[in-house]
């Protein structure tokens, strides 16, 4: 195209990653010649496990493909991913049900559905759990002897795997044998989630409370599955996402550890759930920087001896806030990008929201289009064929190191926010003087004024709009539905026994306030059929929240 050259700004904007790293026209040995592959790289299942934290990758099985759920109430939930189960989706890593169950925000908060605050909110954004029973009935039917259940709980962890123990008992099954995970993440409830039950120094021992259950009673059971994944569309950049996770995540086993257990005790049952991105090599890149990171923070910052410590497995859902309500169809294309990135960058789980879900609660149909994106990417694509396809490219390599290093930055950042010079003190430093809600919110804002002004493209959105006659069909929940669920809760109340309810309240006071683990008794209380707000409510008082 002589005399028709196209004149570039190698700092324009659309050469830069969404984290606003600058990328050149092209890369070449000499920009990763500094890189050892035995050292950086390695072979998959090799530290630092940049390449894969298993040898054989999905070449000997594949990703658990799990579309998180919860709606109306535990039988709608239960009739829908059992319906998926039969489509091939909310499968194990070999074929094995799996499942992750949000909540509705009632729930998230620590209310019960007939207290007159969870009005307008019950079973609309996630699934309503008050009691034991509400959980029987999820779980009825599933084998949770060899099935995955991950529960994304915000506000009220402990008390949640409190009610899914005594429900698998009375449903057959001895905790040992429970595998699954619970988010278990109060900084990132805090920072995130904007949700603060009770002071971030409690949440940390209610939190440390169920690691050091779990380590002693639950050895399937992921007990902290560390969430970075909200961060992103609360508004941090993926470099931001990745090191505040890690950060978190330090200071989990610093606190394990200042508990009483040993790193390798615990370590190797940490789990993370991370976002994915549009951002195609960005996203790569991430989480290969994270398997590389995590492996030399848990070995040289953090002690680890036992290899298992240093693996980061990390399910990943890809972001929603990436969406456009506008053209949703659109959507089933971003989502594809976005789960081929993950699955490029070697995630052990991955989720892909549905196309409708920036319009609502996804219909089966949707969902059905999410598992079905999977099943093309493992077996159809030829991607899963040979481990870390995109490993040794130039520009990957690059972008690999260039992430770490940016991220090791914002540690050593959030590590110098406290007195202590610990990770662990930096958080909560960072947490209790909002230094770090102030970032979140700032971010956000940012990403808001650069989406509206076009500097971030997002078609159908800001850039190729139509007006738009039909739009897809939408999943409603019965709007008697609330009601109902009130009436039966109000049921449920009537016939307890009271003197037992009030027994185990006074229980849980008792063990809260001498500073015991809780987790015993929780469990009992769940027996009891004490309600989430019950002993929420116990735990409000202790803590003078």
Known sequence: MKGNKMKFNNKDQRFKTRSGISLKRAYTPKDIEDIHYSTALGEAGQFPYTRGIYPEMYRAVGWMKRQPMGFGSSELTAERYKALIKKGGQAGYEGEPATTLLFDMPTNYGYDSDNPISKYQVGTVGLPVDHIEDMIALMTGFP??????????????????????????????????????????????????????????????LCMDVLEYCTDKMPLWNPISVSGFSYHPAGLNSIQ?????????????????????????????????MSGGIDFLEEVAKFRAARRMWAKIMKDKLGASNPKSMLFRVYCLTLTSDYTAQ???????????????????????????????????????????????????????????????????????????????????????????????????????????????????????????????????????????????????????????????????????????????????????????????????????????????????????????
């Open 241 to 273: 996402e990745l090191g505040l996770t890690l950060a978190t995540a330090i200071a989990y086993v610093q606190a394990g550890v200042q508990r009483g257990l040993k790193c390798d005790q615990f370590a190797p049952r940490i789990s993370f759930f």
């Open 327 to 545: 053209q949703p169809l659109v959507n089933l294309v971003r989502g594809t990008i976005q789960g081929l990135a993950a699955v490029l960058g070697g995630v052990q789980a991955l989720g892909i929201p549905c196309y409708d879900e920036a319009l609502g609660i996804p219909t089966e149909e949707a969902q059905t289009l999410s598992i079905r994106t999977q099943q093309v990417i493992s077996e159809e694509s030829g991607v899963c064929n040979t481990v870390d396809p995109l490993g040794g490219a130039y520009s990957i390599e690059w972008l690999t190191r260039k992430i770490e290093k940016e991220v090791y930055a914002y540690i050593e950042k959030i590590e110098l926010m406290g007195d202590d010079g610990t990770v662990l003190g930096g958080l909560i430093a960072g947490t209790k003087k909002g230094v770090l809600l102030d970032e979140i919110t700032e971010e956000a804002i940012k990403r808001q004024k650069e989406i509206e002004s076009g500097k971030i493209t997002m078609i159908g959105l800001n850039k190729y709009r139509e007006e738009e006659t039909v739009s897809p069909p939408v999943f409603r929940i019965d709007p008697k539905f609330s009601k109902t669920k009130i009436e039966m809760l109000r049921e449920f109340k009537k016939k307890r026994d009271i003197s037992g309810v009030k027994k185990a309240l006074g229980e849980l006071r008792e063990v809260t306030e001498a500073g015991h683990n809780v987790m015993p008794v929780l469990i009992r209380a769940a027996r009891a059929r004490v309600t989430l707000e019950e002993a929420m409510g116990v735990l409000r008082n202790c803590f003078n929240s």
């Open 144 to 205: 949770m002897d060899k099935g995955f259940t991950n529960m994304v709980i915000h506000g009220s962890p402990a008390i949640l795997l409190a009610m899914y123990i005594a429900a698998a008992e009375e449903l057959g099954y001895s905790q040992d044998q429970l595998r699954g995970s619970g988010k278990n993440d109060p900084f990132q409830s805090y920072l995130a989630e904007r949700i603060e039950l009770l002071p971030i120094e409690a949440e940390l021992r």
